[in-house]
Structure formats: structure tokens, C-alpha cells
């Protein structure tokens, strides 16, 4: 007889919380990078220039932070360890991403630190929580 692992309640909270918290970075990846001119100019003169600080490769890291980390939420949900390395190639974006957004462009200038610095620091330090959430997933055997 097999023994059944029992996978506590705060674990799959978790992992929705991370499922639509990783939604949110995708709907805000697609709202980004598909803004239409007509909405585009309606923002303040100082958020439309932001908006030409950013190179290519700015949106392929934001696609595969976002994406990668979509995905991995998916994989908490199904119980594989898989998620693990979904979380580690989305933060492996999300940092490159992230010191961009906040060093290299005129964010903190346009919203001021505190508002330019939180949403990159906040999804850094969530990009490593599901990097040893999952782990731990795996340690316990939750995740297979």
C-alpha cells in the first residue's frame, strides 16, 4: 500500500495566490507591450518617454519572467517539481528585468523612489520566495 502524502491547505493557498499573482504579471506584460497609441498618449509626457527607455531585450526578459513564472505557478498546482526550474528561469529574467527598470531608465525620477523602487523589489523578492517555496515543495515531496 502506497503511503499518501498529505499536502497542507497553506500550500495550495499559496500556490493560487502565486497563480494570480503571476497572471497579473502576464495581463501587465501584454497591457506593456501592446499599449495602443491612443492610450499611450494619454499619459503624462514623463510615462510616454519611459516608455522608449526600454530596449528589445527589456521585453524578452519581461516575457520570460512573466511566462516562466506563469508557469511554474501552474506546475505548484499540479504537483510537479518541474515548477522549480520554471521559477528559476523566471527569475533569472526578472532580475536583469527589474535592476533595468530601476537603474537604467527615469522611473524613479518620474513616480519617485518609493513608488519606482516597490514593484521591482516586491517581484524580486516573490521571484525568490516560489524559487525555495518550490524547493521545499520538493524536500516535503509534495511536489513530483
Do not use: C
Request: no cysteine.
Amino acid at each position: 500500500m502506497e503511503n499518501k502524502i498529505k499536502i497542507p491547505i497553506w500550500f495550495w493557498v499559496t500556490a493560487v495566490f502565486f497563480l494570480l499573482w503571476n497572471s497579473m504579471g502576464v495581463i501587465s506584460f501584454f497591457a506593456h507591450t501592446f499599449i495602443s497609441e491612443e492610450d499611450l498618449a494619454l499619459l503624462p509626457i514623463q510615462e510616454r518617454e519611459l516608455y522608449g527607455d526600454y530596449p528589445i531585450w527589456t521585453t524578452i526578459v519581461f516575457a520570460i519572467a512573466v511566462f516562466g513564472g506563469l508557469l511554474g505557478a501552474v506546475g505548484l498546482l499540479l504537483k510537479k517539481k518541474w515548477s522549480k526550474t520554471a521559477f528559476i528561469i523566471s527569475l533569472l529574467a526578472i532580475v536583469p528585468q527589474m535592476t533595468h527598470n530601476l537603474f537604467f531608465t527615469k522611473s524613479v525620477e518620474v513616480y519617485g523612489v518609493g513608488q519606482a523602487a516597490t514593484m521591482p523589489i516586491m517581484v524580486v523578492v516573490f521571484g525568490l520566495f516560489l524559487v525555495w517555496f518550490s524547493s521545499y515543495g520538493i524536500k516535503k515531496n509534495w511536489l513530483k
